[in-house]
C-alpha cells in the first residue's frame, strides 16, 4: 500500500508519531497557553491522568544480602483531543505524540503533527533538542467475504502454513483446521536513517492492540469495532534515536525517511492483491 494515497479501504486503524525531546520540568506552568491554543487548533477535549512507573537500576557495594527495590516515578500526561475522538495529542514532560484512528495520508498526519510541536514550542519559549522520532502504523488486514488471509499477505508471514500446501492450511484429514494465531517478526537499522521492526499477527479474535499501547482517549474507527475474526495486525514501527539539536526542518526530513521505511516493509508484507482490494 502507498501510504502517500488514499486508499477508500485502508487497512489502518491507529497510528502514531512520537518526539522525544528535552525534559520540562515546569510543563504544568505552560498548560493553560497550550490547552488555549490546541482547543482553537480543533483539539478541545482535555483530560490529564497520572501513571506508575518502575525504575531499575544496577546496584553496587553494599550488602548483597539486602532485597533489592525498585524505585517509583509518577508522571502525569495530558491529552488533547477532538469532539470526534479521532485523533489527538499525548503530552509528557520529554515527549509529544500525535495519534490518530482515522486514516490520513502521510502530508496530513504530518502536517498535524507539526501543528502541535508548533504549539509546543510557542508556548516553551523553544525546544533545545530532540532525542528520538518514533512513527508507527497499525493496519487490521481482513479478507473480503469468500477471500482467504493467504491472499493478502505474503507468503513469508504466514508462518507454518507457509510450509504446507495450500489444501493443508484449511483442512487435516477431512476436518476443518482452524489457526488461533501465528507470529513474524523483523527488524533491520539503517545508518543515519533509523530503525524499523516489523511484526505480523495472524489471529482469530477480536481486534486487538500491542501491549505498549492504547488508544484511550481515542475511538477506534466504526469499520473496526466489533471485529471478531480471522485477521493479521501488521505493525510496523520505525525510530530514529540520537541526540540533535532541535530544528524543525531536519525533524521533518527524519519522519519522511521514517515514513518511506515503513512504506518499504509494510509494502513487502502484502500482495497486490491486497493493494487492489482497498484502491
Known amino acids: 500500500m502507498k501510504m502517500g494515497t488514499k486508499y477508500a479501504n485502508a487497512p489502518v486503524y491507529f497510528t502514531i508519531g512520537q518526539v522525544r525531546h528535552n525534559p520540562l520540568l515546569s510543563l504544568k506552568s505552560y498548560l493553560p497557553a497550550i490547552q488555549e491554543r490546541m482547543r482553537k487548533a480543533g483539539y478541545p477535549d482535555f483530560k490529564s491522568s497520572q ?35 479521532t485523533q489527538g495529542f499525548l503530552l509528557e514532560a ?61 507468503r513469508e508471514v504466514w508462518g507454518t502454513p507457509a510450509s504446507l500446501d495450500v489444501d493443508q492450511i484449511y ?20 545508518p543515519n536513517i533509523g530503525q524499523v521492526v516489523s511484526r505480523v499477527i495472524l489471529q482469530n479474535s477480536e481486534l486487538r492492540f500491542p501491549p505498549d499501547l492504547t488508544p484511550d482517549p481515542l475511538k477506534i474507527s466504526q469499520r473496526f469495532n466489533g471485529l471478531k475474526c480471522q485477521h493479521a495486525t501488521v505493525d510496523v514501527d520505525a525510530s530514529f534515536s540520537e541526540r540533535r539539536k532541535y530544528d524543525s526542518n531536519e525533524v521533518r526530513d527524519r519522519f519522511q525517511h521514517l515514513h518511506d521505511l515503513v512504506k518499504l516493509f ?4 502484502v500482495t497486490d492483491h491486497a493493494r487492489k482490494a482497498w484502491s
Open 94 to 154: 520529554n515527549a509529544l505524540s500525535f495519534r490518530c484512528t482515522e486514516y490520513e495520508t502521510f502530508p496530513e498526519f504530518y502536517a498535524e503533527l507539526e501543528r502541535g510541536l508548533g504549539i509546543l514550542e510557542e508556548a516553551v519559549d523553544g525546544l533545545a533538542y530532540f532525542e528520538r522520532l518514533g512513527l508507527r502504523y497499525l493496519d487490521a488486514i481482513v479478507p473480503a467475504e469468500g477471500e482467504t488471509l493467504q491472499q493478502y499477505l505474503a
Open 266 to 269: 509494510f509494502n513487502a508484507t
Open 171 to 190: 483442512q487435516f484429514e477431512g476436518q476443518p483446521l482452524q489457526y488461533n494465531h501465528s507470529f513474524a517478526e523483523s527488524a533491520a537499522t539503517i
Open 51 to 85: 501513571q506508575m512507573q518502575f525504575a531499575f537500576s544496577a546496584v553496587t557495594g553494599g550488602d548483597d544480602s539486602s532485597p533489592f527495590q525498585p524505585g517509583v516515578q509518577q508522571t502525569e500526561n495530558y491529552t488533547f483531543s477532538n469532539l470526534e475522538g
